[in-house]
């Protein structure tokens, strides 16, 4: 029963809204809706039945095939009422019920009847109805009067033919193409919905043709639209041709750009925004060509409609991103929206502001932003802060003031993303301002004092224990240290143990103070802290373990040599499967890799080869490790350096599916070849892969591995290896075609006829690159590792990648090229950045460690330029990562 409306208090605070609908069942609708059956219809009682049962639908109940058939049939007796308002309604319900084929035909005669009335209203509305139920049967059948309606003088109706024919498009496309004459009429109708759709569709009809695209933009830009709406729809087919289309060389202009910047003073606002935001989204836009836009931008900064402010704001936004100095005479109208009422627009002015504002501007937007912060939420608040870091970055002599502001909105309340948000921009400006370093370090042991998150307290402890003991003075910081000790929880507590004996290890003139505090945590309640004192302890030498300076720092600072997810698996391997041989942290894989066997393949097939992905990283080097060693052609081979992921040389359905995957050692490479017979009524035998090897100089095949038989859907995989030059990162294309005897088998018992046909089968190409010869091994701490590794052997260039869309494809370019583990989530590329710097760690085929770090650039005309530092043990392989990058 649906609830009665309350009545409402004069408090709006306490105000509750009750829906009509609340509590409503579908049993006792469906009983209601017996009154579709009554003799003398109750065209209001009608009416709120169907209502409440489009509520239901579209609440996701579900109706059965029983009690859809029953409340379909009872709704079309209600044809018979003259009501316009039940009428509406009845079309409502038949297009949500969706109706079978065999029920389509009981409502088809009343819809046809209703499409072909007087009334304009039924007109329209039964050819929605009739399109949405129909299918390509029957729609050739109604299809004449679907083109009369498309040019009718009624816009309704028109819409509603034009409408249905979008929707149409999707199912039946053959059909709807045969209708472009009339949409093209249509185009030209002074109605401006009816404009709209017809340019929708006609669009959409011709959307896989550019030269029909591109012909249908140039006569309409003549002028011949006058719907706003269809206006804006044609400036973004204008966007998307120009952007298909090439500047003239000659002269420097640039197509259809005269018709966009002659939209910028079209009577529509609308258009006007649209306009606008198309030019200053192309593609190398320049300056001249941006003037227009940002003028009439301008404009609506100062409009009284909230929704232009925004929407000026925005696009001026995205502009600064890329064209800063352009947004530079706006600033004054932005300022002024710092305290505008509506807070997405004050956002998006203040960090406008913060990209295109001067150094001698930073403390006047500090003092308008302070006042604004607490006002907004949190979502809100991290976009400042983020913009804040950029521009102290940009002026990095403004730390002071800007520092101070990240400080004191820090102890303000937040949640814990924005204040993650604001540590995270301390540490990076701490990072990158070495001035700012021991002001910026106080400022996070403050924030700790008081902080309710465990998570950020660690990472404080961890990167105070790192960065506070090189600083002037780094025992004004024991005391905020052992504070944690004292007052947090068990986690941050064993943090904060760490982080002393980093600072005992790093300045000789603290250890006795650090022994004393690290003794008192001996007493701790909690184990981990316990333990982590005694180990300290021992280790920065308190007689009962020997150790050398070095030994303690690389204990303390060192990088992990091994991820941490694979040594967590070996860990619970180890433990589930106890030996007497104690644990080898040796033994623990370094590759990062994630599902490494995962196909891309057909929905049902079974993975090919070593079946479906193993649960853990360790399974499956070691199941790569057994099957090639049981084999004795490779068994002299050596240690396994790498295996690849899985590279389909098959298209998805087809008759075989084959993939590859490439084992590196030392001196040869085998490719294991993983082979699916999809075929039920064949078997294979005798299966191997041909290897054309002519673009792959280095290489020398020196065994194979045949399959005996390939049975229907059993996956099993077949070998071939070649030799390479020991140690070298040898490189080359390999052409493959699969051969093996095909049998017919007899589905009916099973078996196999005797005699077979040689047959054989191409399959794709495939490489082996630079990236197959490094292993993804993340480091724990990049910094400290770099430092370990030295300069010795560092190379350092600098390299032009071209055009680029953006700052983030040539990032992943490079990865992809290289093949090494990002780290510290450096390979994420904040949108619309000018300029990005990216770690990344590996080991080189020989196990020998290598570090990159990448400092990306991009210009007004998207060439990216990069600049490449390489640490290694060994300076062949720093030299060979520059060449590798150098040849890609």
């Known amino acids: 029963m649906a609830q009665p409306i309350v009545k409402k208090d004069d408090d709006r605070d306490d105000e509750v809204e009750y829906s009509p609908f609340l509590g409503i069942e579908k049993g006792a609708v469906l009983q209601e809706a017996r009154v579709f059956n009554d003799p003398q219809l109750d065209a209001r009682r009608c009416s709120q039945v169907i209502t409440k049962l489009l509520y239901l639908l579209n609440q996701g109940e579900t109706f059965t095939k029983v009690e859809a058939t029953e409340v379909f049939f009872a709704v079309t007796k209600l044809f018979q009422s003259k009501d316009n308002g039940l009428r509406r309604m009845v079309y409502l319900m038949i297009k949500e019920i969706s109706p079978s084929a065999d029920e389509v035909i009981i409502v088809t005669s009343s819809l046809m009847k209703d499409m072909n009335s007087r009334t304009d209203m039924y007109r329209a509305n039964a050819i929605r109805v009739l399109c949405r139920i129909t299918d390509g049967t029957l729609l050739t059948q109604i299809e004449r009067y679907i083109k009369q309606a498309i040019v009718d003088k009624n816009p309704v109706v028109a819409s509603a033919a034009l409408a249905s024919g979008i929707h149409l498009l999707q199912t039946t496309p053959e059909i709807v193409k045969r209708w472009s004459n009339e949409v093209q009429e249509a185009v030209q109708s002074r109605a401006a919905l ?42 973004r087919y204008t966007t998307q041709v120009i952007r298909e289309t090439a500047v003239n060389t000659q002269t420097g202009d640039r197509p259809f750009y005269d018709y966009l910047e002659g939209c910028l003073r079209h009577k529509a606002e609308m258009v006007i925004l649209e306009a606008a935001r198309a030019i200053t989204e192309l593609s190398n836009v320049t300056t001249r060509e941006l003037t227009p836009a940002i003028t009439v931008l301008q404009l609506f900064l100062s409009s009284s409609k909230p929704v232009l402010r925004f929407a000026a704001v925005r696009t001026l936004n995205k502009v600064a991103m890329t064209h800063p ?53 949190d979502e809100f608040k991290i976009v400042v802060v983020d913009a804040i870091r950029s521009l102290c970055l940009k002026f990095p002599l403004k730390y002071r003031s800007l520092m101070n502001f990240l400080s004191n909105i820090l102890r303000e309340e937040g949640g814990f993303e924005y204040k993650k948000a604001i ?77 002393l004996a980093k600072f005992g290890a790093m300045v000789d003139s603290l250890k006795p103070r650090i022994f004393v505090l690290l003794k008192r945590c001996l007493f701790d309640n909690d184990d981990e802290v316990r333990d982590r004192a005694t180990l300290y302890l021992s280790t920065l030498g308190d007689g009962s373990v020997t150790e050398t300076a070095k030994d303690v720092k690389e204990f303390l600072f060192g990088s992990l040599e091994v991820p941490l997810t694979n040594l967590e698996t070996s860990l619970k391997n180890y ?25 891309k393949k057909a929905p049902g097939k079974k993975p090919a080869g070593l079946g479906a992905p193993p649960a853990t990283l360790s399974s499956t080097v070691d199941a790569f490790e057994k099957l090639l060693s049981s084999i004795p052609e490779f ?38 070849y993983n082979c699916t017979n999809t075929i039920p009524e064949q078997l294979l035998e005798n299966v191997t892969v041909l290897v054309d090897a002519s673009e792959a100089e280095e290489f020398s095949e020196v065994g194979s591995k045949p399959l005996r038989s390939l049975p229907y859907d059993t996956p099993a995989p077949t070998f071939v290896a070649f030799e390479k030059p020991e140690g070298v990162p040898a490189v080359g294309k390999f052409s493959n075609s699969l051969r093996f005897i095909v049998k017919e088998v007899d589905l009916a018992t099973g ?21 197959d010869y490094i292993l993804k091994v993340g480091v724990s701490n990049f910094k400290n590792a770099w430092e370990t590794l030295g300069p010795d052997f560092e190379r350092v260039d600098e390299y032009g990648l071209g055009p680029r869309e953006s700052l983030a494809e040539a990032v992943n370019a ?66 060979a990562i520059h060449e590798i990058v150098a040849s890609g």
């Open 751 to 771: 078996e196999a006829e005797d005699d077979g046909v040689e047959d054989e089968y191409q399959l794709e190409d495939f490489e082996v690159v630079a990236a």
């Open 423 to 499: 540590v995270d921009s301390i540490v990076i400006l701490i990072r990158d301002i070495p001035d700012a370093k021991e002001s910026g370090l106080l400022h996070l042991c403050e924030f700790i004092e008081d902080c309710e998150f465990t998570y950020l307290s660690t990472q404080i402890l961890h990167f105070l224990g790192n960065e506070g003991p090189k600083t002037s003075d780094p025992g004004k910081y024991i005391r905020y240290i052992y504070n944690r000790v004292i007052l947090e929880n068990a986690t941050v507590r064993a943090s904060a143990v760490s982080t």
């Open 575 to 599: 433990i589930q499967d106890p030996t007497e041989e104690p644990f080898d942290i040796q033994s623990v894989p370094k590759e990062v890799k994630s599902q490494p066997l995962a196909e």
């Open 194 to 235: 009816v404009q709209f759709h017809a340019l929708t569709l006609l669009h959409q009809i011709r959307q896989n043709d550019r030269l029909a695209v591109s012909k249908l933009v140039t006569s309409l830009t003549k002028g011949t639209v006058r719907s706003p709406l269809a206006q804006c729809l044609l400036i």
């Open 325 to 377: 100095m352009a947004v530079t005479n706006c600033n004054i109208d932005m300022e002024s929206l710092i305290s505008d009422q509506n807070r997405s627009i004050a956002t998006l002015a203040i960090t406008t502001l913060l990209k295109t504002g001067n150094e001698s501007s930073v403390e006047r937007l500090m003092k308008q932003i302070t006042t604004f912060m607490s006002d907004i939420a």
């Open 814 to 879: 490079v990865i992809n090229l290289l093949g090494m583990q990002p780290c510290e989530g450096t390979e994420t590329v904040p949108s619309n950045s000018r300029s990005h710097a990216c770690l990344l760690s590996g080991v080189y085929i020989g196990n020998v460690k290598v570090l990159v770090r990448l400092s990306f650039g991009i210009d007004g005309a998207k060439e990216v330029a990069m600049k490449l530092a390489v640490r290694s043990d060994n300076e062949i392989v720093s030299d």
């Open 635 to 672: 068994r002299n081979f050596g240690n396994l350096f790498k295996s690849s992921a899985p590279v389909e040389l098959t298209e998805a359905e087809t008759e075989y599916a084959v993939n590859v995957v490439k084992h590196i050692f030392d001196r040869h490479v085998v490719f294991q």
